[in-house]
């Protein structure tokens, strides 16, 4: 329970939230589908800074893997001197949050977050743009990040010369926390030649079920997160037939996989008190402790889901600080 009545947040941000909640009403048709040319209008995008244009000391590019799918990375790279002079620098594979229908690399709130990630750890960081619902639903999304995983595998000079993959980060908010513990599973079944998963930085995941959790009762408005909008997504991914205890979205009710024996990555799981969705994850976080996995709990009583879209807010740079000391740790833990 949060220590407050209302979260700490000031006036702009619960504008800001409050604007892509709009966004979210205004662009789902009554027939299940979006609309995606409006959408276009007011998804506001941000092309990437090539190097003779690196930006706040990272550069940006986007690398396309397949074309069929339109399966995409905005590749983001520490152009200083100071940080290439490190002589290998960690991976980050961040897949974006939107309930799995929404945003992408480009948008404004991840092209600045994944360029925070990238300057501030330093990291070479993958911002992943994987299939969207309703178009596309599970388990294509999983596939993506799994085939992404895959690729980098097998083309590492697309990363550049001071990209380590044998330290590798899977990273991912809502939607994309939900995605990276899926693929985190599928991909300790692969053989690798270089690329090595060494941690999974997981912020406030997308995960759900059957149950209204104490959490979603008394947050059932709050913004970005309603249990309506939620309720659609899933309705929207899962399977036909299939209700929120599938295991893709409720990981540890009772059609939970056994992960005791998957060689799952060390965890870093932030929550937020006014997050509906925060007793799913700290359901989350006792199951992996459960099932004998090392993770680490982080939680900001006052916070909203996503609110580390704001890079000013004081708990979005202590989260910074908290990711960087776990990944450290990880790295150390290597050797």
Known sequence: MSSTSKPNISWMVRSSMSILSIIFY??????????????????????????????????SSDVMVNSTHNLWFRLFIPSSTTSTAI????????????????LSPSSIPYHFLCQLFCRSFPAIVVSVNYRLIPEHRFPSQYE????????????????????DITKCFLAGDSAGGNLIHH???????EKFQMLKLIGLISMQPYF????????????????????????????????????????????????????????????????????????????YYEWLRKSGKEVELIEYANMIHCFYYFPDLPETSQFISKVKDFMMKQMVNMN
């Open 208 to 283: 759900g079920g059957e149950e209204r959790t104490k959490s979603e009762i008394r947050l059932k408005r709050a913004p970005l997160c309603s249990m309506d909008k939620t309720d659609w997504c899933w309705k929207m991914f899962l399977p036909d037939g299939s209700n929120r205890d599938h295991e893709s979205c409720n990981v540890s009710g009772p059609n939970a996989m056994d992960i005791s024996k998957v060689d799952y990555p060390n965890t870093l799981l932030l929550v937020g008190g006014f997050d509906p969705l925060v007793d799913w994850q700290k359901r």
């Open 144 to 163: 993506d990040g799994l085939e992404m995983l895959k690729f980098l595998d097998r083309n590492i000079d697309v990363l550049g010369k001071s990209a």
């Open 87 to 102: 002589s290998s620098l960690p991976v980050i594979i961040f897949f974006h949050g939107g309930g799995f229908a929404y």
């Open 26 to 59: 205004i662009t789902r048709r009554s027939n299940d589908t979006i609309n995606r040319r409006l959408l276009r209008l007011i998804d506001w995008k941000i092309s990437p800074n090539p190097n003779s244009k690196s930006i706040n000391g990272v550069s």
């Open 183 to 189: 693929v985190a599973v599928r991909a300790s079944l």
